[in-house]
């Protein structure tokens, strides 16, 4: 076993890890990751990409049962599950090798294996040819997490799925329930159901995609409704009979329980950090409910460690582990770093219709006593939205009546997860409502409801 030093060791090849080892790498540090399994981690290899590319063709499937209304023909329209899965494959498969490429390209050495932190600046990996011994000035903690299974809904990968089955499906479900109505599980029913799976969702709490503006939430439920999928609110699924081809879920709702026949479930209630096994109680690194206890800066109270990403805690997004990554790195080379703030990273979910969102919702800046102005501009007032058939949809702006800052923005519709970007900018550079309502945005575009939703909030809306 042979024994090597870095100024830094990455735990994890995720959007986090990655990013952090090529930041770091950048700056001038010698860095090596470890990485279990693949190099892109969940997000790019079981989660955010490969996700991405089936709902890509649920849309179009989606769009081919419209053509006439475009005056186009399309007969016979069908699909091949395999074929699709195998297209959501490679994609995950190509931007794998593409990290592969960034690592090789920056100098990074990676290892294959499972690392545990034996005392600190110390990484043990075990690979299949054997182990190495590294050792390292910092630690960066990039494991991710994993799907919350709870007790009786465990997943077997033939009735039951986890979004890994769900991404590689042993069949097409005629019958399926989906069990929590955040991003994973309102993603998955949207690809299912436009597919032609009869549907039902089942969310604890009061409403679905309950992390979502009120009223988004609601408009988003019309929508999946009216596309056939059955929404059960206020709802809990509280055991499932596995017999031969189907599942009984007994279901408590409205004080009572009822009990309906699926082909297929799939569980979606949430993830637990990856923090087993690498030795963090030992090292004195404190751990709450599955996730690293960290301050703004990343770090976990024991010096020369790190935790980035998923493992770190909320919101378990991509993007901000990678720019935690970047912080981390730069914070470790001697630059001046900034905190990444929750409340200005934007929130995307790719289901029909899309939302997006950054910021306070407006019962959350209530409730944190602000004086607020509300705008709101409909899909159906917008030339663009019209134009591409895809009138359904909302924006809505949430501002402090008395400074004029953009305290969150909403939306739900075609696109929306590329329009938020434009108001994530907004809120980074400070912009009032006086700078945005000064602002040309392009014509004929979607992104022009955004203008209009920011006038809305001041009385000075045009097309509504």
């Avoid at 540090?29 to 709902?55: F, Q």
């Avoid at 490679?90 to 294959?112: D, E, P, R, Y």
Wanted: some cysteine.
């Amino acid at each position: 076993m042979s024994s090597k030093a870095f100024d830094v060791v990455v735990i994890g090849a995720g959007p986090g890890g990655y990013v952090a080892a090529i930041r770091a790498a950048q700056l001038g540090l010698n860095v090596a990751v470890v990485e279990r399994e693949h190099l892109g981690g969940i997000c790019l290899n079981w989660g955010c990409i490969p996700t991405k590319a089936l709902l890509r063709s649920s849309e179009v499937f989606h769009l081919m049962h419209r053509a006439k209304e475009f005056g186009l023909k399309a007969d016979n329209i069908g699909y091949d599950l395999d074929a699709v899965v195998k297209r959501s494959r490679g994609v995950a498969k190509q931007l794998s090798a593409g990290v592969k490429g960034l690592l090789k390209k920056n100098k990074i050495t990676v290892f294959m294996g499972s690392a545990t932190i034996p005392a600190k600046g110390k990484v043990s990996v075990k690979t299949d040819a054997g182990g190495e011994d590294l050792s390292a000035k910092t630690i960066i903690l990039a494991t991710g997490a994993r799907a919350r299974e709870l007790p009786g809904l465990e997943a077997d990968g033939d009735l039951v799925w986890t979004y890994r089955h769900a991404l590689q499906p042993v069949r097409m479900p005629k019958k399926l329930l989906v069990i929590g109505s955040g991003a994973i599980g309102i993603e998955f029913a949207s690809f299912y159901n436009t597919l032609g799976s009869d549907t039902t969702v089942v969310e604890v709490m009061d409403r679905v995609l309950p992390v979502e503006d009120a009223e988004i939430s609601a408009f988003a439920k019309k929508q999946f409704v009216k596309q056939g999928m059955k929404i059960m609110e206020k709802a809990m699924v509280k055991k499932l009979d596995r017999g031969q081809g189907k599942v009984t879920a007994h279901i408590e709702v409205g004080g009572k329980t009822i009990t309906e026949d699926f082909d297929t479930v799939i569980s979606a209630v949430g993830i637990v950090g990856n923090v087993e096994g690498l030795g963090l109680e030992t090292l004195g690194v404190k751990i709450d409910r599955t996730h690293v206890v960290t301050d703004e800066f990343c770090r976990t109270g024991v010096e020369g460690i790190y935790a980035i990403g998923d493992i770190a805690g909320a919101p378990w997004l991509a993007h901000k582990a990678s720019h935690e990554g970047v912080m981390v790195a730069e914070l470790i080379a001697g630059k001046h770093a900034h905190p990444v703030k929750p409340e200005s990273i934007a929130g995307c979910t790719y289901c029909h219709p899309q939302v997006a969102s950054v910021g306070y919702t407006e019962a959350k800046a209530k409730e944190l006593g602000y004086d607020i102005k509300v705008g709101r501009f409909p899909f159906i007032g917008n030339g663009k939205a019209i134009a591409l058939g895809e009138a359904e949809g909302m924006i809505k702006t949430v501002f402090d009546a008395k400074t004029g800052e953009l305290l969150g923005a909403h939306m739900v519709g075609a696109e929306v997860t590329e329009l938020i970007q434009g108001y994530v900018v907004g809120r980074q550079l400070e912009t009032t409502e006086e700078d945005l309502m000064n602002t040309v945005f392009p014509h004929p575009t979607l992104s022009e409801m955004m203008h209009e939703s920011v006038l809305d909030a001041f009385d000075r809306v045009i097309h509504m």
